[in-house]
């Protein structure tokens, strides 16, 4: 049986930065403003006061410290807390296939392809800009590729989902180069004006390209040895924007609609279930958690990677063996775990182990069994 490979890997980052310290002065204003605002309301207790957002608090919540994005003024603006994204016309390309096609390209370059090689392309993010023509055929026209493209979601586990499915297409027969892409525009899902939720959040777009060995050329290679999906259903995490909400009965505030968690639930419930998931993983391949060279994690918050890589190692990770691009990056949902595969593994020996593993809403969780093939 052909031997699946990941010969490329492509990373668009978005040209503007935020830091805590912009984004709690800009929420600061936001919050004194609804408190002033409301303070009847406050007073005889049917609202509650906002408190104002801190540093401190997101560093000791999520070990964030600067995030990318595709519009900064928007977010920033204490009015506004959204980004400011100029509407397109159908004849231009939309905002979501437009960094797909820079970060694709990037991935083909590496691999030594161009887009007229690639017969499929499955685009997996966790808010997709339209419900259809899917996003993934625009990409697909944009570069010039054959063969067949489509959208899917499985939240942040959509990078590794993603990557299964495009596995098994080469495996299969059904594509000789297929391209993964997970375009994730997040400050357009976040509530920005919500203490606990306003700093999570980054943009970032990934792209892997897939092939059987004997159709590679020679250069980086990594060869995907394995996949394992899980699903457990979960309203702990969600995002209820969809297609039907104008025909509800029934008042709603637009920020319910938006992305919302019950973050120390999702903690206590994600953390083991993702340990257990690659535990089993390794096991069911003949591997030991030793074995294994280098842990790309989701990138959802410095206390969930720590945990999981401690219940697995029994010890506290380093940041060699479980790297974190959160500092930089934020959670940029299913293209984190990219990102840190894409930063992080030129430093790796022929053979080396790792496991690439993407979990969220659902709950789910994937992971990918990776062994370093080529240099």
């Given at each position: 049986m052909s031997r699946i490979l990941i010969t490329g890997t492509g990373l668009f980052t978005p040209?503007?930065?935020i830091t805590n310290e912009e984004l709690v002065a800009s929420l600061t204003v936001a919050v004194e403003a609804w408190n002033?605002?409301?303070?009847?309301?406050?007073?005889?207790?049917?609202?509650?006061?906002?408190?104002?957002?801190?540093?401190?608090?997101?560093?000791?919540?999520?070990?964030?410290?600067?995030?990318?994005?595709?519009?900064?003024?928007?977010?920033?603006?204490p009015e506004r807390l959204a980004p400011h994204l100029p509407l397109r016309s159908e004849k231009e390309l939309s905002i979501?296939?437009?960094?797909?096609?820079?970060?694709?390209?990037?991935?083909?370059?590496?691999?030594?392809?161009?887009?007229?090689?690639?017969?499929?392309?499955?685009?997996?993010?966790?808010?997709?800009?339209?419900?259809?023509?899917?996003?993934?055929?625009?990409?697909?026209?944009?570069?010039?590729?054959?063969?067949?493209?489509?959208?899917?979601?499985?939240?942040?586990?959509?990078?590794?989902?993603?990557?299964?499915?495009?596995?098994?297409?080469?495996?299969?027969?059904?594509?000789?180069?297929?391209?993964?892409?997970?375009?994730?525009?997040?400050?357009?899902?976040?509530?920005?004006?919500?203490r606990e939720f306003h700093f999570i959040f980054g943009d970032a777009c990934t792209a892997l390209v897939v092939e059987r060995e004997e159709d590679a050329n020679p250069g980086e290679a990594w060869e995907v040895l394995s996949t394992r999906l899980e699903t457990q259903f979960s309203n702990n995490i969600r995002n209820d924007h969809g297609f039907l909400n104008r025909s509800e009965d029934g008042e709603?505030?637009?920020?319910?609609?938006?992305?919302?968690?019950?973050?120390?639930?999702?903690?206590?419930?994600?953390?083991?279930?993702?340990?257990e998931h690659i535990r089993s993983h390794l096991v069911e391949e003949g591997h030991k958690v030793e074995d294994v060279r280098r842990f790309w994690l989701h990138q959802a918050n410095l206390g969930m990677n720590m945990m999981i890589a401690k219940t697995l190692l029994g010890r506290e990770p380093t940041a060699d063996e479980s790297p974190?691009?959160?500092?930089?990056?934020?959670?940029?949902?299913?293209?984190?775990?990219?990102?840190?595969?894409?930063?992080?593994?030129?430093?790796?020996?022929?053979?080396?182990?790792?496991?690439?593993?993407?979990?969220?809403?659902?709950?789910?969780?994937?992971?990918?069994?990776?062994?370093?093939?080529?240099?």
């Open positions: 040209p503007e930065g002033r605002e409301n303070a009847d309301a406050i007073e005889r207790g049917d609202l509650e006061e906002r408190d104002p957002p801190s540093e401190a608090f997101i560093r000791k919540a999520s070990g964030i410290g600067h995030r990318y994005v595709m519009n900064k003024e928007g977010l920033l603006d979501q296939a437009e960094i797909c096609v820079a970060a694709i390209e990037q991935a083909l370059q590496q691999a030594g392809r161009s887009g007229a090689d690639v017969d499929a392309i499955i685009l997996g993010a966790s808010n997709i800009q339209r419900a259809y023509p899917a996003v993934a055929i625009e990409v697909q026209q944009a570069l010039g590729a054959k063969g067949f493209a489509y959208d899917m979601n499985v939240a942040c586990s959509s990078a590794t989902f993603s990557l299964q499915a495009a596995v098994d297409a080469v495996r299969g027969g059904s594509a000789r180069c297929a391209v993964v892409v997970n375009p994730e525009i997040t400050s357009g899902h976040n509530n920005f004006e919500l709603r505030h637009p920020h319910e609609l938006m992305f919302r968690q019950n973050g120390r639930q999702v903690y206590r419930d994600v953390c083991p279930m993702v340990a974190v691009i959160l500092d930089e990056y934020a959670n940029t949902s299913s293209a984190g775990s990219v990102i840190a595969f894409h930063k992080h593994r030129d430093d790796l020996a022929l053979g080396d182990l790792a496991v690439l593993c993407s979990f969220g809403a659902g709950y789910s969780v994937g992971s990918v069994l990776l062994e370093k093939a080529s240099a």
